[in-house]
Structure formats: C-alpha cells, structure tokens
C-alpha cells in the first residue's frame, strides 16, 4: 500500500528509524570524542607541568646576574682534585656540587665533605648517590645559595667556576677562610691568586691556593744572622 505521494510505506518506517537511530550514533561519537579530548589534554597538561617542575631549578640559576651550570666533573679531574688534597686535612666543601662526584670522591679519602648546591634535584641525587657509595655519613649535601654560606669552618674548598664569579669569589673566601685553607679551582683559574700548584691541562686543569699566600703572609726562609752571614 503506498501513502498521497507514492511512496512505499515500508520506506517511509524505514526512513523513520534511520531518523531515531542517526542522532543516538552522532551523540555516542561525539562523546567518545570528547573523552579522548580531555584524555590528551589531561596528558599534555601532566606532561608540561612534569617539565616545568624538572626543568625549573635548572633554569632559574641560568637567570641569576653570576650563574653556576651544572657541568659534571671528568674523571680526570676529579683525580687532580684528590691530589691537590694529599697531604690535607680538615673539612672540605665544593662550591656548586652538581651531582655530588667531588664530595663523594673526598669522602672516601676520609674527609668530612660538604656539598652546596642550588638545584634541589642535584641535592637529592647526590645524597642517594653517597649512600650507594657508602659514604652518606661524611659526603652531606645542602641546597644553598654559594653567596649565602659562610665557609670559615672549612680547611679545603673546591670550586668548578665560571670567569664571571671568580673575582667575586675570591673577595668572599679571602675575607672568610682561615690561613691554613687551601681552595682549589677547576676548569677557571682565579684572576688575582697565584696558584701555589698547578696540575693537569686543558679542562682538567686544577690550581691550588694556599690562603696564607693569596693574603701575602706565606712562610719565608729565616734569614741566617748578621754574624753567621759574615763569618761565612
């Protein structure tokens, strides 16, 4: 049987359901769509805070007037470091301890070692790294500012500088250290100081000095007496 226009009526049903069943299919993808929508921006928004939080302590001493980045000691290098402390005693404290290599390689020639280190990521690693070392118990890590610290108590420093602080640097640890201190410099020398012993080449470069040097009150051969000196 067909309706007024001659159509058949079983299209005309047909026709009917497609126009119910057409707008729950739209509605399901839509969703689904939307589901995946907020799926990626949930993901990309977890991925960029991940970074940021990451990326930020290593970013924000970049933005400081005298940054310090991180660059990990050579192998080389931390062997010059340990023979410019042969010899010596006291405490011991790098300057910007990166990953905690130098404090680590001192502690276990049987110094009580302190690193400071902004970068907070770097602290925490550095302290796992000293307790798989087994020697978490003289290599302690603190995260500091290097121009907020006091370094009076210690007898060695270690700095892996960069040209623009060193002048600072040296101004701050000739009014700080005690006479028996040594600082021992790494990749940068210090442009005042004259190094009491140099060791390696290159970026494995190492300068020792001697506080009682750099302040000119340095031991100097006892002149033998006026009488001796004529007798002789």
Request: glycine share 8%.
């Amino acid at each position: 049987m067909e309706g007024g226009g001659g159509v058949p009526l079983e299209a005309l049903k047909e026709e009917s359901q497609s126009r119910h069943i057409l707008p729950a299919s739209f509605e399901a993808n839509s969703l689904q769509k939307s589901n995946w929508g907020f799926l990626l921006t949930g993901l990309v928004g977890g991925t960029l805070v991940a970074v940021y939080a990451v990326a930020t302590p290593f970013i924000t001493p970049a933005l400081r007037k005298v940054c310090l980045p991180f660059v990990p000691a050579t192998t080389k290098q931390i062997e010059n470091v340990v023979k410019m402390l042969r010899c010596r005693r006291g405490s011991l404290v790098d300057i910007g301890s990166g990953d905690g290599r130098i404090v680590i390689a001192a502690a276990k020639e049987g110094f009580t070692a302190v690193g400071y280190e902004l970068n907070p990521w770097l602290v925490w690693y550095s302290r796992y790294r000293a307790w798989r070392e087994g020697v978490h118990g003289s290599a302690k890590f603190y995260i500091s500012d290097l121009w907020k610290v006091t370094f009076s108590q210690y007898s060695n420093v270690v700095i892996f500088g960069v040209p623009q602080m060193m002048l600072q640097l040296e101004k701050k640890l000739e009014l700080e250290l005690q006479d028996d201190a040594r600082v021992i410099a790494c990749r940068f020398p210090f442009p005042q100081w004259t190094p009491d012993h140099v060791t390696g080449e290159g970026i494995d470069t190492v300068w020792a000095y001697d506080a009682s040097t750099f302040r000119g009150r340095e031991k100097r051969p006892t002149s033998m007496p006026f009488q001796s000196a004529i007798q002789a």
